[in-house]
C-alpha cells in the first residue's frame, strides 16, 4: 500500500457544503465565486482570439501582452515596477502560483508561519514539500496581528511567512504600519513571504501591497488572481510578481507542472484590460455597492456583521440566535432555513470555537435579498 503524502487531507468543507445546499434547494453564499456573469467585451475579447487561432502552447512564462499589462498596471496603480521578462509569470490561477512559490523555497524541516484563519490551500503544499506549518491564531472580533507571538515563533528554521490581504475569511486588510512592523521583524534574516493578494482590487479601505514596500519585495512572491477581479473564476489565470532570483526559482516548478497557461484567454485578457483600463474601479464600485446592500439587509435580522474592510467575504456572528457550534450551524442554516455559509472553525488546525460563520456576498442582488429574507425568520 503506498503511504498517503497528505492523510489529514479529506474532502474539503467547501463541496460538503455545496452538496448539502444542492440536496436541500437552499440558496449557496457558501463557496466564493460570484453567480453573475462576466463582462460580454471580456468573452468577446477571448472568442476573437480562438477565432485567430491563437491556439497553441503559450511562452512558459505567460504571453508577453499579458505580462507587459501587469508591468503597466503595477506601475500605474501602486507606483512599483515589475519587469515583464524577469519578474511576472502568469499562472493556472493563484493556486498554482501559490504551490510553485511555495515548492520553490521550503524544503524539508523549515517552518513555515501561517496566520490563521488561513485559506486552505497553503497548508497541504508545505506539508508536501517537508515543512513545519508554525500556526498563529487571530481571533474576532479585530483579528489583531499578536507581535509578541510571532516574534517568539520566528526561529533560525523559519523559511516562509504566508500573508493574505485582503484576507479570505476575515476580510481583514493589512495595514502599511503592519506590513513595515513584519519587516522589521524578518530583515536581517533569510526569510520569505508570499503575500496572496487576490483580492487586492476589493479593498473598502485602503490597501498596501506588500510590493509597494521596497525591502520587503525583494523577499516576497506577490500573487494575484484575474478570476477574482474579472469575475472569471473558472477561467483560472493569475500571477506572480517576484524578483528576478525568485521568479527563477518559481518558474523551474512552473516549467514541469502546466508548463504554460491557456493560450486564448491570456491574449483575451490583455486585450480587454488595455480597452478597459478602468476595470478595477468598477470591480471595486459593484463590491462596494453589494457590501452596502447585504449590510441593509442584514439589519432586518438577529445576525451580527463583523467589520468587512475587503474581499467579497463577510462574516456574521450568531450568538444571540443559537449556541451551536458553526459547524453544526451551518448544516442548520443549510438544511432547514436554506441558506448555505460556511463555518470559520474549519479554517483554523487547532480547537476554536465562537458563533461565526462566513458568508459570500458575490451574487445577484435578488439571490442577498432571498438570503436575507430567509436568515430573517430566525
Ligand atoms: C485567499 C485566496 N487565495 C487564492 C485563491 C485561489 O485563486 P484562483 O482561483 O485564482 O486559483 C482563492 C480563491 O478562493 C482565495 O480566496
Avoid at 502599511?176 to 479593498?203: M, P, T
Wanted: hydrophobic share 40%.
Amino acid at each position: 500500500m503506498q503511504k498517503d503524502k497528505l492523510p489529514e487531507v479529506g474532502t474539503t468543507i467547501f463541496t460538503v457544503m455545496t452538496s448539502l445546499a444542492q440536496q436541500h434547494n437552499a440558496i449557496n453564499l457558501s463557496q466564493g465565486f460570484p453567480d453573475f456573469p462576466c463582462d460580454k467585451a471580456l468573452k468577446k475579447a477571448v472568442q476573437k482570439r480562438i477565432e485567430k487561432d491563437y491556439n497553441q502552447y503559450a511562452p512558459m512564462a505567460g504571453v508577453e501582452i499579458l505580462r507587459k499589462r501587469i508591468q503597466k498596471i503595477c506601475q500605474e496603480h501602486y507606483g512599483v515596477h515589475y519587469d515583464w521578462e524577469k519578474e511576472i509569470t502568469i499562472t493556472v490561477g493563484a493556486t498554482e502560483g501559490l504551490f510553485c512559490a511555495i515548492a520553490a523555497v521550503v524544503h524539508p524541516n523549515d517552518e513555515v508561519i501561517l496566520f490563521e484563519p488561513a485559506y486552505d490551500s497553503y497548508a497541504p503544499v508545505v506539508k508536501l514539500f517537508g515543512g513545519k506549518i508554525v500556526p498563529i491564531a487571530l481571533y474576532p472580533p479585530d483579528f489583531q496581528i499578536p507581535w509578541e507571538t510571532l516574534k517568539e515563533k520566528i526561529s533560525s528554521k523559519t523559511k516562509l511567512i504566508i500573508l493574505n490581504t485582503p484576507h479570505n475569511p476575515i476580510a481583514k486588510v493589512w495595514t502599511q504600519e503592519e506590513i513595515e512592523q513584519l519587516w522589521q521583524l524578518i530583515k536581517g534574516r533569510n526569510i520569505f513571504v508570499i503575500s496572496d493578494e487576490v483580492y487586492e482590487y476589493i479593498a473598502f479601505v485602503p490597501f498596501f501591497s506588500v510590493r509597494q514596500h521596497s525591502q520587503l519585495r525583494e523577499r516576497s512572491f506577490i500573487v494575484g488572481s484575474f478570476g477574482k477581479s474579472l469575475h472569471v473564476t473558472g477561467w483560472k489565470v493569475g500571477y506572480v510578481l517576484a524578483p528576478e532570483p525568485l521568479t527563477t526559482l518559481l518558474r523551474k516548478i512552473h516549467q514541469f507542472t502546466p508548463f504554460c497557461v491557456s493560450t486564448p484567454l491570456q491574449y483575451g485578457i490583455a486585450d480587454y484590460l488595455t480597452t478597459h483600463p478602468d476595470f478595477y474601479q468598477k470591480t471595486l464600485q459593484l463590491y462596494e455597492r453589494k457590501r452596502k446592500l447585504f449590510l441593509n439587509l442584514l439589519k432586518e435580522t438577529r445576525f451580527e456583521p463583523l467589520n468587512c474592510q475587503g474581499t467579497y467575504f463577510m462574516l456574521l456572528r450568531y450568538g444571540h440566535i443559537s449556541t451551536m457550534d458553526d459547524v453544526a450551524f451551518s448544516q442548520y442554516l443549510t438544511k432547514e432555513v436554506g441558506v448555505a455559509v460556511i463555518p470559520i472553525s474549519v479554517f483554523y488546525s487547532g480547537n476554536y470555537s465562537d458563533n461565526i460563520i462566513r458568508i459570500c456576498f458575490a451574487k445577484q442582488d435578488e439571490v442577498l435579498i432571498a438570503a436575507a429574507k430567509r436568515l430573517a425568520t430566525l
